[in-house]
Structure formats: structure tokens, C-alpha cells
């Protein structure tokens, strides 16, 4: 974080593409069967908390907690280590399909990159063919690699549009994520029913105020139907 000299603090700028790039495992294209392993960097830090907070690392019930919680956060920040190339796996195909398709109700769990805390919830996607369909488990894979990460929802949900828009370059592409974050309901607020709504709009989703309507009203009605 720099200064101005006046008191007043820059935020410090995100890490740039090859750092994350450099965390890529080619060939990975997807979570399961995965094994995960136990940093003991990791592991050692959770006994320094452990022990800072009052407890007694070593006792029954936490002398494996550690090791636990290592693999844990191995798993839920495995979305760094996704090969993107490895996800699509040449599953684009040419298509005389110029509709919207849609793809709702996408449950995602991820880490709040401010206390570390989960915030869960689900994407809708939409996207417009301009000749190019991707199949259909790759949309729920994108949502995932981006969401097991330490991230802010509102980044999550444009790195998602910008990925499929990328990938596809489709007439236009629209995202919303709906979430609960835990930051606002285990501690600070205690908010326990606020939830947090982000979108991303792409070419003729955010140009045609029609079409925008027309993927709001699929999810509504989605929604709707669930209730």
C-alpha cells in the first residue's frame, strides 16, 4: 500500500495475469478425483492461531485439526491451479444456433478474500451463439474455477462473463450471482437474510435493454417456480 505523503493510502494494485498464470497445473481441467495434499507452512500457521487464541494445540481434539485445515483450504482455493485450455477441452462446436442459452441456478461456494470467510450462493448465465456453443457441464467447471479462489463476488462475477466472452465470442453474454457471505453473518453487521446481487453484462446484453429483460425474466421465472 503506497502514500500520497498527505496520510492518505493507495490501495496496493491486484496481481497481475502472470502471477496467477504462473499457479496454472497444465492438463487440469477439472476437480474431481483430486487429491489434496497438506501445506505445512499451512499447518503451522493453524497451531500459531490455535495457540494464539487460548487453545492448546496439541490436545485430543486438535492435534489433527492442522492437517485438516490445510487440505481444506487446498481444496477450496483449487480454482487457481484450473488449466482453462484443459477445462474447454475442445468442447466449443459450430452451431446454426443464434438464441439465447441459458444456464441458471449454478450453486458456487467460495472464500471471501477480505476475512477468509465462505460466501455461497448461485450464477445464471446466458449467452447469445454467434456460431459457437460450448457444452453444457463447461459453464457450471468456468463458475467454479473462478469461485474456489480467494475472491470479492463482484470480481468473480466479470471474470466469468469476460471468460465465456473470451472463449466463445458470442453476441453477448450476461451473468448474475446471487450470495450470502458470511463476513456480514457470523460477525460485523449479523445480517443474517442480506444477500448480494452482481452482474456482468456483455455485448447485446448490455446494448438491447430487450434482451437483458428476457434473461431477467428466465431467472424470475425460475425462481419463482422454485418457491
Avoid at 37 to 61: C, F, Y
Avoid at 111 to 118: N, R, T, W, Y
Avoid at 179 to 198: D, E, L, P, S, Y
Amino acid at each position: 500500500m503506497s502514500s500520497n505523503g498527505n496520510g492518505y493510502h493507495h490501495p496496493t494494485p491486484e496481481l497481475d495475469e502472470e502471477h496467477y498464470e504462473s499457479l496454472i497445473i497444465p492438463g487440469r481441467g477439472k476437480l474431481e478425483g483430486v487429491s489434496f495434499n497438506a501445506d505445512p507452512h499451512i499447518e503451522e500457521a493453524v497451531r500459531t492461531i490455535l495457540a494464539a487464541i487460548g487453545e492448546v494445540p496439541d490436545r485430543e481434539g486438535l492435534q489433527k485439526t492442522p492437517s485438516r485445515v490445510a487440505k481444506m483450504y487446498a481444496e477450496l482455493t483449487a480454482g487457481y491451479h484450473i488449466d482453462p485450455q484443459a477445462l474447454i477441452n475442445g468442447a466449443v462446436f459450430s452451431v446454426a444456433y443464434d438464441e439465447m442459452v441459458l444456464v441458471t441456478n449454478i450453486d458456487y461456494y467460495s472464500l471471501c478474500e477480505h476475512h477468509m470467510l465462505p460466501f455461497f450462493g448461485q450464477v445464471h448465465v446466458a449467452y447469445i451463439p454467434n456460431g459457437k456453443v460450448v457444452g453444457l457441464s463447461k459453464i457450471p467447471r468456468i463458475v467454479e474455477m473462478f469461485a474456489r479462489r480467494l475472491q470479492v463476488q463482484e470480481r468473480m462475477t466479470v471474470q466469468i462473463a469476460d471468460f465465456i466472452n473470451t472463449t466463445l465470442e458470442p453476441a453477448g453474454v450476461a451473468v448474475v450471482a446471487e450470495g450470502i457471505h458470511m463476513c456480514g453473518v457470523m460477525r460485523g453487521v449479523k445480517k443474517a437474510n442480506a444477500r448480494m446481487v452482481t452482474s456482468a453484462m456483455r455485448g447485446v446484453f448490455r446494448e438491447d435493454p430487450k434482451t437483458r429483460a428476457e434473461f431477467m425474466a428466465h431467472i424470475n421465472r425460475v425462481n419463482n417456480h422454485q418457491e
